[in-house]
Nanobody
Framework: QVQLVESGGGLVQAGGSLRLSCAAS????????MGWYRQAPGKQRELVAR???????VIADSVKGRFTISRDDAKRSVYLQMNGLKPEDTAVYYC???????????WGQGTQVTVAS
């Protein structure tokens, strides 16, 4: 059974920082592209950042220079360091796992990030 468990969300003032974590089980973690997505009320879910099994990253333009994605295969975890948070970053953030060479995708339950102005 695949499980992705996010943590680290919360309420923060604009300009502050949060670090999201996602712990995975039930998958061969090192063979997965891991990603963070977010969904704000009334909006579609969008990619924030992803990191391949080789460590290559893609960062959304809206967060480039402020957010960093990283992974620790030994801990089966992926992280999203969020600095310089803005009110428009308020959303539910979801962890995502995509096994290499397949079309399967797994999602976590999400963690709320709220940035107060």
């Amino acid at each position: 059974q695949v499980q992705l468990v996010e943590s680290g969300g919360g309420l923060v003032q604009a300009g502050g920082s949060l670090r999201l974590s996602c712990a995975a089980s039930g998958i061969i973690f090192s063979l997965n592209t891991m990603g963070w997505y977010r969904q704000a009320p009334g909006k579609q879910r969008e990619l924030v950042a992803r990191i391949t099994s080789a460590g290559s990253t893609v960062i959304a333009d809206s967060v480039k220079g402020r957010f960093t994605i990283s992974r620790d295969d030994a801990k089966r975890s992926v992280y999203l360091q969020m600095n310089g948070l803005k009110p428009e970053d308020t959303a539910v953030y979801y962890c995502n796992a995509a096994p290499v060479g397949t079309t399967r995708v797994f999602w976590g339950q999400g963690t709320q990030v709220t940035v107060a102005s």
